[in-house]
């Protein structure tokens, strides 16, 4: 299937423990981004890749590490969790630049992994 | 920095109702507005979205509608169905590798 995967779907841990989600997007996309859904629904940005390189970051704790090995992938590290990270992170990716001449904008969201911190 | 706004929060409509979302956008330089619509547990996934030189868009029963000099865009869903029962967002951005800026979503019930 086509699509963009996150693992794991849930997560549940103690404060102050180290965690990572990953996200691997196999539609041949240049830019993967992170969000942070809290209780209340809201959507956020947290950061974004384009060629895995860093090109977003919205004012995130540098406890939050995204790491991007290649185009395909993009990894969230959290250090010392607290309890304010709990809430559904998602990942989502698009196809940058004009290719054909058309500008592409949808980004594809991942399922989302819902994290818990005790 | 660009502030979406949305209403309503909650929306209850009878099956084969339309129903009306509407969210207004503070940066004049936003060119690309999406709408998404989140079903429980999954992520969200787009359902239409409009740019800056068009005025309306339609995709069978949804349509949307976009005033740019009173930046507004409104989601119009006609003849609804218990399956369109979700948390729906609209979003703005300039386009291109800009982040976009997510509404805080209404949720919608269609009571069959």
């Known amino acids: 299937d086509t699509a963009v995967s996150q693992t794991p779907k849930y997560l549940v841990t103690q404060m102050g423990n180290d965690k990572s989600i990953k996200c691997e997007q196999n539609?041949?996309?240049?830019?993967m981004y992170w969000y942070k859904q809290d209780s209340k629904k809201f959507l956020k940005i947290m950061f974004s890749?384009?060629?895995?390189?860093?090109?977003i970051n919205e004012t995130v704790p540098n406890r939050f590490s995204p790491k991007s090995p290649d185009k395909a992938h993009l990894n969230l590290h959290i250090n010392s969790l607290e309890l304010g990270d709990s809430a559904v992170y998602f990942c989502?990716?698009?196809?940058?630049?004009?290719?054909?001449?058309?500008?592409?904008?949808?980004?594809?969201f991942g399922p989302g992994t819902r994290l818990t911190v005790l | 920095g660009e502030n979406v706004e949305q209403h309503p929060s909650t929306l209850s409509v009878q099956e084969g109702d339309s129903a009306v979302i509407k969210c207004t956008y503070s940066?004049?330089?936003?060119?690309?507005f999406p709408w998404y619509k989140q079903e429980l547990g999954k992520g969200p996934q787009l359902i239409i979205d409009?740019?800056?030189?068009?005025g309306e868009k339609k995709d069978q029963r949804i349509a949307v509608t976009l005033n740019k000099t009173a930046k507004h865009f409104s989601l119009h869903i006609t003849e609804t169905q218990p399956e369109d029962s979700a948390v729906y967002f609209c979003?703005?951005?300039?386009?291109?590798?800009?982040?976009?800026?997510f509404g805080k979503g209404t949720r919608l019930s269609v009571i069959a």
């Open positions: 989502a990716s698009r196809l940058s630049g004009t290719p054909g001449g058309r500008s592409y904008n949808e980004q594809f």
């Open positions: 409009i740019r800056s030189n068009v």
């Open positions: 979003a703005a951005s300039r386009g291109g590798n800009t982040p976009l800026v």
């Open positions: 539609l041949g996309h240049d830019t």
């Open positions: 940066d004049s330089a936003s060119n690309y």
């Open positions: 890749y384009n060629n895995k390189e860093l090109i």
